[in-house]
């Protein structure tokens, strides 16, 4: 199952300056390990030292925020696409 | 003369220099402006701050600016309001209402983070300045754009109040209507920020802005005679607010400007939007973000970014949280107006609203200090009182005419909740 990452910029140099990338996974957490699996050091930018996903790291798939949908558990379907955004992008009036 | 020491993650704690910069490049935590209060406490005193002109420049040293501010000069310092007709009505001994519906120059606290945000943006050499906004912010960079000679791009969701919409138009930025709500104009401005080489005020000079939100809180403490209150009921969008008026009062309590400090802190939002008031109520710290719906469309945010921090602080506080449902703001904003003549927007109904649930629970006592945050104007928002407020009379120029039509008046029911 290909899944398409958009990569944020302060990661991007782990991922070779690629913004885009793709990963094999069924949910979200499956798709921080593989992400990890090719681009070692991405884990430990995106979860903390308990291997928790941080949760001021929002992720989307197809553009709809996961905390709308399943979660960590949400499952992803081949051609998803997926990003991570900062929370603090979040709104500010 | 500069008293920052540099940004610093809240998360992880790695530190930056003080230049472009909003989220951890580590662990992508938001960014925060790092003080060297040692410098400050040799120099800003009670007295010093007393000598200058009344604006929120006053406390300048607390603001994180490299050179003198250049934006805002007549901006804050606004009236901090003793209520005694509010406090006869909620039966509450001692209260206050701090009023930036008549901050300069457009009526709302804005107009605080705004000039820190041009400030500063200047400093970095920026010439085109933007915001993604519910309809205050917009108003603010716009007017203070024009003050400053600056371009503006100014990005709002499309069904925003004809007021707002008209109080950013007039200084002549370049208005965007965005077809979505504000979550998703504020994702878009995210995308253009990271494209255009600008100072979006919220985003990319966020750790500054936010900054001159502390202004708020400053005021609140030097006009109550340097001390805190022990209740600040504040509205809550994006959640920052609540954040800084906590971070002013620690930091006049930690250089010695006030003697103690145990504010307890309270947001405020409306019922269909309400992700922050949630979270405190059900003690999740994780926000779960909404689709919002409510009239208080300034603080119609579902995703708010500082959402975390906010009930972090409430919580820390032993305040607490509520809803208001739109019939409650209405009601509010009437209140208000017909019992301390402030005529505040739909943000300002949804805090008066939540104070009287605080005071009815009896989470505030009746006979402690009490703050009330008014953070916006009413003549921006008319349309949802319009409709609600009696008609005026309607006559002849007669004095017959005008004694006939008198009589069916009923004297107004002033004061009751």
């Not at chain 2, 008549?102 to 010439?127: C, I, M, Q, Y």
Request: with cysteine; glycine share 6%; charged share 25%.
């Amino acid at each position: 199952m290909s899944i398409k990452v958009r990569i944020p910029a302060p990661l991007q140099k782990l991922t070779q300056n690629k913004v885009e990338v793709e990963v094999e996974a069924g949910n979200i957490n499956e798709l921080v390990d593989d992400l990890e699996k090719r681009f070692p050091g991405v884990k430990a930018r995106i979860c903390d030292e308990n291997g928790k996903i941080r949760r001021f790291i929002n992720f989307y798939v197809n553009n709809e925020d996961i905390r709308f949908l399943k979660g960590y558990d949400t499952e992803l379907k081949n051609n998803d696409e997926v990003s991570i955004i900062p929370a603090i992008a979040g709104g500010s009036e | 003369m500069s008293y920052v020491k540099g940004l610093k993650c809240r998360e992880c704690g790695r530190e930056y220099p003080a230049n472009i910069l909003f989220v951890c490049e580590y662990c992508f935590g938001s960014i925060e402006v790092a003080y060297d209060y040692d410098k400050i406490k040799k120099v800003l005193t009670r007295q010093e701050i007393e000598k200058r002109p009344k604006n929120m420049w006053r406390y300048k040293e607390l603001l994180p600016l490299s050179k003198e501010p250049s934006d805002g000069l007549t901006t804050g310092f606004t009236p901090l309001v003793r209520s005694h007709n509010l406090a006869k009505v909620l039966g509450v001994k001692e209260l206050y209402i701090k009023d930036d519906s008549v901050n300069h120059p457009t009526l709302s606290f804005k107009d605080r983070v705004v000039a820190v945000a041009l400030s500063k943006a200047k400093e970095f050499g920026f010439r085109t300045v933007a915001c993604a906004s519910t309809g205050n912010l917009a108003n603010s960079v716009a007017a203070n754009a024009a003050i400053a000679g600056l371009r503006a791009f100014i990005f709002i969701p499309a069904d925003l109040e004809q007021g707002k919409i008209i109080a950013s138009s007039i200084y002549n930025p370049v208005l965007v209507k965005v077809e979505g709500n504000y979550d998703e104009v504020n994702r878009l401005c995210s995308e253009i920020a990271a494209k255009y080489k600008w100072a979006f005020v919220n985003i990319n000079i966020r750790p500054y802005y936010a900054e001159g939100s502390k202004t708020y809180g400053f005021e609140i403490a030097e006009q109550l005679g340097w001390r805190a209150p022990k209740h600040i009921i504040v509205p809550a969008a994006g959640g920052s607010l609540v954040t800084k008026i906590k971070k002013s009062l620690q930091e006049f309590y930690q250089l010695g400007l006030i003697p103690e400090f145990k504010t307890k802190l309270y947001v405020a939002q409306g019922e269909g939007c309400a992700p922050i008031v949630t979270a405190i109520k059900e003690d999740n710290e994780i926000i779960k973000p909404v689709k919002p719906k409510t009239i208080a469309k300034s603080l119609a945010i579902g995703n708010p970014a500082d959402g975390f921090y906010a009930y972090d602080v409430v919580k820390k506080s032993g305040g607490w949280a509520e809803a208001a449902s739109d019939d409650e703001i209405i009601n509010a904003i009437k209140l208000l107006a017909e019992t301390e003549g402030i005529f505040t927007e739909t943000a300002g109904g949804v805090t008066v609203a939540a104070t009287i649930k605080f005071i009815k629970e009896k989470r505030i006592p009746k006979d402690e200090s009490i703050v009330i945050c008014i953070t916006g104007n009413g003549l921006k928002t008319q349309e949802v009182v319009a409709d609600k407020l009696a008609k005026p009379l309607k006559i002849k120029p007669s004095l017959g005419s005008f004694e006939e039509e008198q009589k069916k008046r009923p004297t107004a029911d002033h004061y009751s909740i």
